[in-house]
């Protein structure tokens, strides 16, 4: 922190875990460890909601769906029992009173079987001994408070966590956004009623998973597409990017990236950035060799809208994940009876409690440290080193090709020195009135998808110093701009195709610019200007063609008659 001249400091956390766990932890490590008691109200659920919940992965039988619908329904409206008694409508209600309702409501007694009731009401008393559905529930106004940064901790539930989860995150995804869209009857905004929230998500191919389904899946993707507007940000961490979802993915304007090493994840990041990635960062080796604290970001809303190398500054906070609140955690599931009401904390014994607490890790047989563990001092000559590694591989000089993209290109003044003092090649401008093919320079790339290859071409024609002279004169001037691509494998071919197109629609060829592995063609029509170059990956080939002018309308125009006439 010394070296970024920061200082550490603590944020203001709140801790919700199970309310089962938490009624069974003394007063004071609630207090020290900032819990609160997290509960899911069950008429929150829907019918495929409860599905997730009473059997793994969500595959009940369509009987025990419709049993469950009925009793919701039932709990919901109220039911008249076999001896005309009536019970009534409960808007809030727990698992209790669903399954109070499959045993006396003579409806349900009429159309399931026996053995359909019971094996339901075993999972619902399952679910109810979880200690996490309790009427009321933790609503997202519990939880998203303005100034402070709340973690939802459900790993004392085990292997029910993740479903558990996954029903929680897909009812505070409904929660958030109804909120924040919220109107009142006066026609003004409700948005106070909750600020705006960052949800952030953690193991999110568990949640929203590129194959399969969950209950969270569509309630996230739906929250990354209406959120942006009304103040709903969301991040989703992951080990796995390749499992992740490509709906949730396409709806990011920003991924940062650490060292990867599988094949899988690799291929994901190159697909899925949402800005140019140079050649550089598509090396497998350079993304699996990250240093610690180095990340690759891809952000589409920034000017140039490519990938480039962040340092992440150290943490101001320590860090809160400590094994010691895990094991009390256990040590509760193990002291609590199965059989305990929500509604009232049990009387744990002092002593037990402090068994645990003061757990003697220093008794503990020592393990020797691995003979290959590098220290600290061997940790920085390493990250020097790869830092250094980056640097120069990053270096102009040794680049061979820098992609850059604007939103339009930036009109500079010409320099009063001879380009060829401050450029490491030499530009080369040569008038023609008729092509010859032989005096083109083709770019040849390595394997990049058609789409990046297009993107490439068309930022090195905008952006190269000297087809950005040619074309922009005025800061007045507006563009349009062709994309031709062929997988030929004979890039001569559409350079004569392209040329023949652009002369039909009255231009005029003007000259030929050289410049490194370039060549731009250059074409004029009155105070029109067009220039294209050419590129290859493999068997594909893109031409984009660019056309420049001062009046929309004639820049509109041509470029419509040259789509018409260039080859699809």
């Given amino acids: 922190l010394k070296k970024w001249n920061l200082e550490a400091k603590g944020f203001s956390v709140a801790v919700y875990i199970p309310r089962r766990t938490y009624v069974g932890l003394p007063d004071e490590v609630k207090k020290k460890a900032r819990l609160f008691p997290l509960s899911i109200g069950p008429r929150e659920l829907t019918v495929s909601d409860w599905s997730y919940v009473l059997e793994k992965g969500g595959s009940l039988s369509t009987t025990m769906e419709n049993l469950i619908g009925e009793t919701l329904e039932s709990v919901r409206k109220g039911y008249t029992l076999a001896s005309g008694e009536k019970v009534p409508l409960k808007r809030d209600f727990s698992i209790k009173d669903m399954i109070q309702c499959i045993e006396s409501n003579p409806a349900i007694e009429e159309l399931y079987k026996p053995a359909t009731k019971t094996a339901l009401i075993q999972r619902l008393k399952r679910a109810d001994r979880l200690g996490v559905f309790h009427p009321g529930g933790t609503s997202a106004q519990d939880l998203a408070v303005a100034g402070q940064i709340t973690v939802i901790d459900v790993a004392p539930l085990g292997s029910d966590a993740e479903a558990v989860l996954a029903i929680l995150t897909n009812m505070l995804c409904r929660q958030v956004l109804t909120y924040r869209m919220a109107w009142t009857d006066e026609g003004t905004s409700a948005r106070e009623e909750l600020p705006p929230t960052w949800l952030i998500i953690d193991e999110a191919h568990t949640l929203v998973p590129r194959g399969g389904n969950t209950p969270a899946k569509d309630a996230i993707i739906g929250y990354a597409k209406l959120?942006?507007?009304?103040?709903?940000?969301?991040?989703l961490c992951t080990q796995q990017p390749s499992a992740v979802s490509d709906d949730a993915i396409s709806q990011a304007d920003i991924i940062i990236s650490h060292s990867l090493s599988h094949d899988n994840d690799i291929r994901a990041l190159q697909q899925r950035a949402p800005a140019v990635m140079p050649d550089q960062f598509r090396d497998k080796v350079f993304i699996s060799s990250l240093p610690r604290g180095v990340a690759l970001v891809f952000d589409q809303c920034t000017e140039n809208k490519r990938g480039f190398i962040m340092q992440v500054k150290p943490r101001l906070?320590?860090?809160?994940?400590?094994?010691?609140?895990?094991?009390?955690?256990?040590?509760?599931?193990?002291?609590?009876?199965?059989?305990?009401?929500?509604?009232?904390?049990?009387?744990?014994?002092?002593?037990?409690?402090?068994?645990?607490?003061?757990?003697?890790?220093?008794?503990?047989?020592?393990?020797?440290r691995p003979p290959l563990k590098l220290s600290k001092e061997d940790w920085k000559v390493l990250d020097g080193w790869m830092k250094d590694y980056i640097k120069t591989l990053f270096d102009q000089e040794k680049q061979e090709y820098d992609i850059i993209d604007e939103s339009a290109p930036r009109i500079e003044e010409p320099p009063l020195e001879p380009m060829s003092t401050s450029m490491e090649w030499e530009l080369e401008r040569v008038p023609i009135t008729e092509l010859d093919t032989d005096q083109i320079r083709i770019h040849k790339f390595g394997p990049l998808s058609a789409l990046l290859l297009g993107k490439a071409m068309t930022r090195q024609v905008l952006y190269s110093r000297a087809s950005h002279e040619f074309l922009f004169t005025s800061e007045k001037d507006v563009r349009e701009t062709c994309l031709v691509e062929r997988d030929s494998g004979d890039p001569l071919e559409l350079i004569e195709d392209v040329t023949s197109a652009l002369i039909s629609a009255g231009l005029t060829l003007d000259e030929l610019i050289h410049e490194h592995n370039f060549t731009f063609v250059c074409f004029r029509m009155d105070d029109l200007r067009v220039a294209f170059t050419v590129g290859t990956s493999e068997e594909k080939e893109s031409i984009p063609v660019v056309i420049i002018g001062s009046n929309r309308s004639k820049v509109g125009k041509l470029a419509g008659q040259i789509r018409g006439i260039l080859p699809s």
Wanted: net charge negative; proline share 8%.
């Fill in 227 to 235: 959120g942006r507007r009304f103040g709903c940000s969301l991040v």
């Fill in 317 to 368: 906070s320590r860090h809160g994940g400590t094994d010691r609140l895990s094991g009390l955690f256990e040590a509760v599931r193990l002291l609590i009876p199965e059989d305990i009401e929500d509604e009232t904390e049990p009387e744990v014994e002092e002593e037990e409690l402090e068994v645990v607490e003061e757990e003697p890790i220093e008794d503990l047989p020592e393990v020797p």
